[in-house]
């Protein structure tokens, strides 16, 4: 159900931003609709333009979303360019530049680099770049595929039967690669997991190598890869495609687990705290949309077009809506694995899970052990920007959540990672690079 349309403040406020013509319109209607918080500061948005990055991935709806259904202008950000990145390391080089020098403000983003860049241990020079996370833009699905050459071990959610098959090949002198999409970024983390979970250490068993999200399918059809783990819509068109098959879904390993953020800038929020809010408030909006199972379609053909993702839409459609042909001869229906936008606090960015993110690039030495994951959390994460704007939208008590941690969280191998004590989650793995 749409939120914002159960409020009617929130539906005058609408009709009356879509009125605006001009500058002045559009002040007197942020300020009568928004009496306290960042829009009451100054008069509307500091800004009409913003850029903002985003991969060939299922995830990045809401930004798209957004900018089809004119969300975005809605809050006075005419000017949103969403424009297409190549790879992750191309967000990472356009965030480093920012928009003044030609590159991007923000991006639909993978959750731990927001970290990364605010560290600077993914930047030239390990030059900081402060960034904040307004947002999560969606919970699970995300997939790990196989080769087909594997297909018969049956390796599913348990990995246990690739441990002797990737051993064999490595015996015959072959490498046995695993794909991920960036280091540290979540993609790397659930492939990570799943194959350690299963006695196969990442880092001596295997090669994992690093491949855009939309090269993903190309390469394991001519062999350079022997399972990855990306977002969709590349599972599905792999399965598609009759090249490999969906060992599992990453709603599998963790239900209901956090994926990409809306990640921008520090300066260009601190520069544009009303632009800012206004743009969250729209992809919040975006979010919604996205959630409710009638729009599906829509968002399939919108996402699948040459602009935006260059797929048939059918390579979209059907685990967005809970529907998943894993290849190997299952198929189940309606599930609750589809892509959540909204839904279980979706879009809430709980502190605890940016934790979990710290917590795993610790765990393979990506970060030192020694960080200081609360302070960093506190500077980058501004769920206080995204409490506020859903008090602005008019969102129900009941859909904010209480408190900045969701609490315990139990994975498909039986390991909890409790947010209190981290260290004890660590020293429960036996896989793992630190000590």
Known sequence: MDIVRKRGRAIRRRAVLRAAG??????????????????????????????????????????????????FDRYGITDANIVKQASWGTTRDNIVLGSAAGGIDGAHILTPFPYQLSLGTVTPENKPVPMFILARLNYDCQGISVAKEFIDTGARLDARPLKEAFAKKRAAGRDVKCAMTFPGGTHDLWIRYWLAAAGIDPDKDVSTIVVPPPQMVANMKVGNMDAFCVGEPWNEQLVNQGIGYTACTTGELWKNHPEKSLGLRADWVEKHPNAAMGLLMAVLEAQQWCDRLENKEEMSTILGKRQWFNVPPADIINRIKGDVNYGDGRKMQGTDLLMKFWREHASYPFRSHDLWFLTENQRWGRLPADIDTKAIIARVNREDLWREAAKMLGVAEAEIPSGTSRGPETFFDGKVFNPEDPAAYLASLAIKKVA
Do not use: H, W, Y
Request: charged letters at 20%.
């Open 22 to 71: 001009g500058s002045a319109a559009l002040v007197a209607a942020i300020r009568a609709g928004f009496p306290a918080g960042a829009f009451a500061q100054t008069a509307g948005p500091e800004t009409r333009k913003v850029t903002l990055g985003f991969i060939a991935l299922t995830d990045a709806a809401p930004l798209i979303i957004a900018r089809e259904k004119k969300l």
